[in-house]
């Protein structure tokens, strides 16, 4: 999966999902406001953004929702 940056909308390198992966990314130098992800270019521009540690539980909870997305894709692909 990838994260994406809510302002540029620029794309993290593809990632599995995890904790390591999310501390990973987050280790690069995105960064969270709210549910907003930024990319290390724009926490360059923005300076109201969280800690790492909420930038983590951002990109964990991207990774839970891309996973649910999937798992309904799947559901449409499933025929008993
Ligand atoms: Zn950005």
Redesign the pocket.
Known sequence: MQVQ??????RSRKVKRGYYEAKGIADAGWRSYGSAL??????KICNRLEDRDAAIMTIMERMIEDAEQEIEILKGEYQP
């Not at 940056?5 to 620029?10: A, F, I, L």
């Open positions: 940056c809510s302002k540029c909308g620029h930024y990319c290390p270019k724009c926490v």
